[in-house]
């Protein structure tokens, strides 16, 4: 599946690359920008950009999942982002009014 349409990356590269950052470190704090600076691509539009955070959540989830650590901890935290994310993720679209329009 197509992540990126600007760049031509594909939900495996993604995840690939989401796995080796966290080969390198467990607990480090993995963005979209880290990950596309990973594969050596940028992000044109970032309209991507909502997808690859979904797609680090739950590559984290499941990595975390099949490692020998405390589970709850990992889930909990994860929980707390998708809250964040719901509260502050919705307000707006692109920091628009309701009203606005492009054209």
């Not at 594969?39 to 020998?68: A, D, L, W």
Request: hydrophobic share 35%; net charge positive.
């Amino acid at each position: 599946m197509l992540v990126c349409q600007c760049n031509l990356i594909t939900q495996k590269e993604v995840e690939e690359a989401i796995v080796a950052l966290l080969d390198a470190d467990p607990w480090s704090l993995i963005v979209p920008a880290k990950v596309y600076h990973s594969i050596q691509k940028r992000g044109r539009c970032c309209g991507c950009f909502p997808n690859v955070v979904e797609t680090i959540i739950r590559v984290t989830e499941n990595y975390h999942s099949r490692s020998e650590g405390s589970g709850m901890d990992v889930v909990s935290h994860l929980d707390r982002v998708r809250e964040l994310r719901a509260e502050y993720g919705s307000r707006g679209h692109e920091r628009r009014k309701t009203g606005h329009r492009a054209a």
